[in-house]
């Protein structure tokens, strides 16, 4: 602009940018151009404003930083050429976004534009205005735009339109001021005018139900009667694409109708012809005219029925989905989806097509087409599809595997019509695609076939089997050494033979080789070398004969690097020197039915760092003597496995139970490594030490803490670890642990004796609900908090299915206690259950908590959530 | 609704970007990175459409740049398709026979026609020769402006 300027010019700039061979050198030039524009800036001189912005615009696209060329835009749309304005406005939509308070200095100068006699100039503040307006700009400016679009220039009167749709997006509570222009606008002949109209129409309905109805009733008929037109009118060359006119405008017009003739029976019928008419006339072989087709069957399928315009619909899907074009298959797919609620048996016809295209190259279409052949999936075609699937799944792409695996898995949780099958599905896709399974699947599983008793030795073997071939599949192995370990006495016997299978050879080593290779292969991850760990514990009771192998193996890993796989290699090797002397079997039993029940519940509500006790008294099974308390261990021991965040999920209280907690191994120092005697043995297996300062509440088996804050039975194990006898692993310790059990709630008074004393607080308090929190801290523990809750029931009604749930941040450790019953009678009827918090942060942050609680009132789900922020501080 | 429009040469350098949608710098160069990875990926037989993070990404290639626009999953990816189209066919008629090149060098007159295209994400003129107009009116202004900028009564009037 200055010819005296020293600067360079944009295009100069863009020159030498373009020349630079490497990075480094353009980064040199831009360093050099930013300093010169920074200096011009602080220059303040008007001249080379202009210039500096544009290049700054290249410059930012480049992707370097420009806000220091910000305030510059201001300056150049506040000044009064059009030429400054119009590169001020630019820059000002390309450098700023609606969340810069930059931003909120451009409004005065955005409505004396708005104002201004210029149309041009008034184009610019609106586009931008349309493009980047944050919700305050859209309140402050809405009666200037709403004004504008009565302007007279259309080319106003559209942008003024569009900056509606924006404004009324941002602020909903806006949009009944919009409604009479909007619907002044669809009269309009201007093309531009109407189509932005149509949509700001559109949006109106969207989000106002006033105007969904007024534009109903007034519009319907005009609409319907400018569709006709256009489709209808002769060519007009401005307008034509592809022998249609404006698609564009066809295309508005049919999303408007769409939500016009949803939910109304009335306005359906009215739009029927035309729709008809377009569905039957548009031309299909361009691209422009599928685009009207596809809209105009988006429309058909989204009004009240007209079944005979439905079977239009279809009829043109199934054209869509034969065709070459690879965008328009896409587009079938898509629909298909949703013709599925209506006319599912139209969509089964197409089957076999669809499933081609989960067979495509092309990954957009695989992933629709999948997409839609898991909604196709019913009791009657499960078995057909899923082998089409499965066998795909041996040839697929590496990155589709995992989509797919996760598909043919919900596929057939679903849907599947016998466990037997369902076993052998989910065998087929842990073998092909195994390292893509996620953790609940297979946790899932395992639940399955421990329920399945009838199936145990076709699993194992099965199982067996697939693990040869297939031992690269990490949790195929994880399955198969849980059940090598579990029924690897099936494997060895060919117990529970089903017709359909092969009878097979297995000796009691071949089994061992299986696990030892797992533990032994460096590629293993801790996960399975764990459970290895325990299925070898488990096998050298079922094998007695080469017991004396699997203890070489098992002492293998006292030299493992994880802390946590050396000391159970310890523990456990004892167990088998041992284990001729103490009546130990019982221990390494079988693992009781995992309960699917409370696994499903578990799998769906398992939120990271949230636990989620059932509010039932613990289940204690007098089926052994130490079966009942591995019961009860199971329970709590899943619990806090779902409380620590580094630990998997669910089935990892297989790990637990035998005490291999992955997750907190460095914390827990609960067991002592040499085992002194055999009740000693027994209690240290379940994790229930004798309790030592050193023991921290982050320890999986809660037991342990549990005797921590109860004194009394604390006392109860100490005498019962010093003076019960090695055989005595019978009655006397078994009622001693249920008095651990039962002893859960400690007693108030103790705790208040132990630590500085915190004010209860109310924690939540709704209609119907309240809840009290009182603390107390155990002695020498600052960082732990034990939280006694009370809930009360203040509402007229009984709760039932009461489910106290509790999640909180990372800093924190939360472990929930069983509550004392699931039931809140009405009236003040109250429920109390510990929870102990452990912070990690203690000192520097505060608790916070946040809790759902769901029970049921006269049969009906209650759920309530909140935020608990008044804990007392320093906790 | 489209979020944004995109326009990156097949080397993976941006000639022009459009954010409907509030993006961070971070988050926009993310988005960047990240599209261009997989669209300039993908084989020429294969259909326009990407989805990505629930939404969905519609391309098309001409010459050695691709057209790209991010939208709902809901909307008519055919049509966006034919908006590219009526952009790149605007483009090349105001350049005459577009390029690279005259995107690279004229990048601020790209914006302008793709603002008298779309505003707040959604179309707003189906006709080529209403644009041509219009941004051929601006142009005159701003030549006007200049013409008189560079008089030398005006430069007489600024230096003294």
């Not at chain 2, 060098?105 to 107009?133: C, M, N, P, W």
Request: aromatic share 6%; charged share 25%.
């Amino acid at each position: 602009m200055n010819p005296f300027s020293s600067s360079t010019r944009l295009r100069d700039m863009i020159r030498s940018i373009r020349a630079c061979k490497t990075a480094a050198e353009e980064r040199g030039v831009v360093r050099k151009e930013c300093a010169d524009i920074r200096a011009s800036i602080n220059e303040n001189d008007p001249h080379d404003r202009h210039r500096n912005l544009a290049k700054l615009m290249f410059i930012h696209m480049l992707g370097y930083p420009t806000h220091f060329g910000q305030m510059e835009c201001l300056k150049l749309i506040a000044s009064p050429g059009f030429p400054e304005k119009r590169i001020g406005y630019l820059g000002l939509m390309l450098l700023l976004d609606e969340r810069q308070e930059v931003l909120m200095l451009v409004t005065n100068s955005l409505k004396q534009d708005l104002n201004h006699t210029n149309q041009y100039v008034v184009g610019l503040a609106l586009c931008a205005l349309g493009n980047i307006c944050s919700a305050e700009m859209a309140r402050d400016l809405a009666p200037e735009v709403e004004r504008l679009i009565q302007f007279r220039d259309p080319n106003i009167r559209k942008k003024a339109a569009l900056c509606s749709t924006r404004i009324v997006r941002k602020v909903p509570d806006l949009a009944e001021n919009f409604i009479n222009a909007a619907s002044s606008l669809l009269k309009e002949k201007h093309h531009g005018v109407l189509i932005t109209g149509v949509q700001l129409c559109y949006e109106l309905c969207t989000i106002n139900d006033e105007a969904l109805e007024f534009f109903r009733k007034k519009c319907t008929e005009g609409l319907i009667k400018t569709l006709r037109d256009i489709t209808n009118s002769a060519y007009q060359p401005e307008y034509d694409v592809a022998g249609i006119t404006d698609p564009f405008l066809h295309i508005r017009l049919l999303k408007l109708l769409r939500v016009l003739g949803h939910g109304d029976a009335d306005a359906s019928d009215l739009m029927t012809d035309i729709l008809a008419q377009v569905a039957t006339k548009t031309e299909s072989n361009k691209n422009a005219g599928n685009a009207v087709l596809y809209e105009c069957v988006e429309t058909i399928m989204a009004i009240e029925d007209t079944s005979s315009l439905r079977v239009l619909a279809i009829n043109i899907l199934g054209r869509f989905l034969s065709n070459r074009d690879n965008n328009i298959r896409y587009v079938a797919l898509n629909m298909l989806m949703k013709a599925i609620a209506f006319d599912d048996q139209a969509v089964q016809r197409h089957r076999v097509t669809i499933l081609e295209c989960v067979k495509d190259p092309d990954a957009s279409i695989r992933k629709r087409a999948l997409e839609l052949v898991s909604l196709l999936v019913n009791e009657n075609n499960v078995k057909q599809l899923t082998k089409e699937l499965t066998d795909y799944l041996e040839i697929s792409d590496e990155d589709f595997k995992e989509d797919l695996s996760a598909k043919i898995c919900s596929i057939v949780e679903k849907f599947s019509p016998e466990k037997i099958w369902y076993i052998d599905q989910m065998l087929k896709v842990l073998s092909e695609a195994g390292k893509f399974v996620k953790d609940d699947v297979w946790h899932a599983l395992i639940v399955v076939i421990s329920n399945a008793s009838e199936l145990h030795g076709y699993t194992v073997r099965a199982l067996y089997k697939a693990v040869l071939t297939y031992s690269e599949q990490e949790t195929l192995v994880r399955v198969a050494i849980w059940c090598i370990g579990e029924y690897g006495d099936l494997l060895v016997n060919n117990v529970g033979m089903l017709g359909i299978e092969d009878p097979i050879t297995v000796t009691e080593c071949d089994a061992v080789d299986v696990v030892e290779d797992a533990i032994t292969r460096h590629n293993s991850d801790m996960t399975t070398k764990a459970m290895a760990l325990v299925a070898l514990l488990k096998l050298s009771s079922r094998f007695p004969s080469i017991s004396e192998r699997i203890k070489d193996v098992i002492l293998k890993q006292k030299g493992s690097l994880l802390l946590e796989m050396q000391q159970r290699a310890i523990e456990f090797n004892s167990i088998v020197e041992r284990h001729k002397n103490i009546r130990w079997s019982s221990l390494v039993e079988r693992m009781p039915v995992l309960d699917e029940a409370t696994f499903n519940v578990r799998r769906a509500g398992s939120l990271p760092a949230s636990v989620s006790t059932m509010a039932k008294p613990s289940v204690s099974i007098p089926n052994g003597v130490s079966a009942a308390p591995l019961v009860d261990l199971l329970d709590l021991g899943s619990d806090d496995i779902l409380a620590a965040p580094s630990s998997s999920s669910g089935a990892d209280f297989l790990q637990d139970l035998l005490g291999v907690d992955l997750g907190s191994s460095s914390a827990q120092s609960g067991a002592t490594p040499a085992p002194k005697a055999g009740t000693d043995l027994l209690l240290d297996i379940l994790s229930i030490g004798t309790p030592s300062p050193a023991q921290n509440s982050t320890s999986a088996i809660d037991l342990l803490s549990t005797a921590d804050m109860n004194n009394n039975s604390s006392t109860a194990l100490d005498t019962l670890s010093s003076s019960a006898p090695p055989h005595i692993a019978t009655t006397a310790s078994a009622g001693g642990m249920f008095d651990l059990l039962d002893g859960l709630s400690p007693s108030p008074s103790k705790e208040a004796t132990n630590g500085p004393a915190y004010p209860p607080i109310v924690a939540y308090e709704s209609s119907s609900l309240k809840i009290e929190f009182t603390f107390s801290k155990p002695s020498g523990n600052p960082q732990t908090t034990n939280v006694e809750a009370t809930f009360i029931n203040i509402s007229p009604n009984t709760f039932t299915d009461f489910v106290f749930q509790a999640a909180v941040p990372k800093f924190l450790q939360l472990h929930l206690d069983p509550a004392s019953s699931n039931t809140l009678p009405a009236n003040g009827g109250k429920v109390t259950q510990n929870l102990r918090v452990t912070n990690s942060q203690h000192g520097k942050k505060s608790l916070v908590m946040r809790m759902r609680i769901g029970y049921k009132v006269n049969g009906k789900d209650v759920l309530e959530e909140g935020q608990i922020n008044n804990f007392p501080r320093g906790l | 609704m489209i979020h944004f429009v995109l326009l990156v040469s097949r080397q993976g350098k941006v000639r022009l970007t459009k954010w409907y949608s509030p993006y961070t710098q971070k988050e926009r160069s993310k988005v960047i990175r990240e599209l261009s990875g997989v669209i300039l990926n993908r084989g020429p037989k294969l259909c326009n459409f990407v989805e990505w993070r629930g939404y969905k990404v519609v391309y098309k290639r001409y010459a050695s740049l691709y057209f790209c626009m991010c939208i709902d999953a809901e909307d008519n990816e055919l049509e966006v398709l034919e908006i590219i189209h009526h952009y790149v066919e605007i483009l090349d008629r105001y350049f005459g026979s577009v390029c690279e090149l005259d995107l690279i060098f004229h990048f601020h007159k790209a914006y302008y026609i793709l603002d008298e295209l779309l505003i707040a994400g959604e179309l707003q003129e189906s006709s080529k020769k209403t644009v041509a107009r219009i941004i051929s009116a601006q142009d005159q202004m701003v030549e006007a402006a200049k013409e008189e900028a560079g008089s030398i009564s005006y430069i007489i009037a600024q230096t003294t």
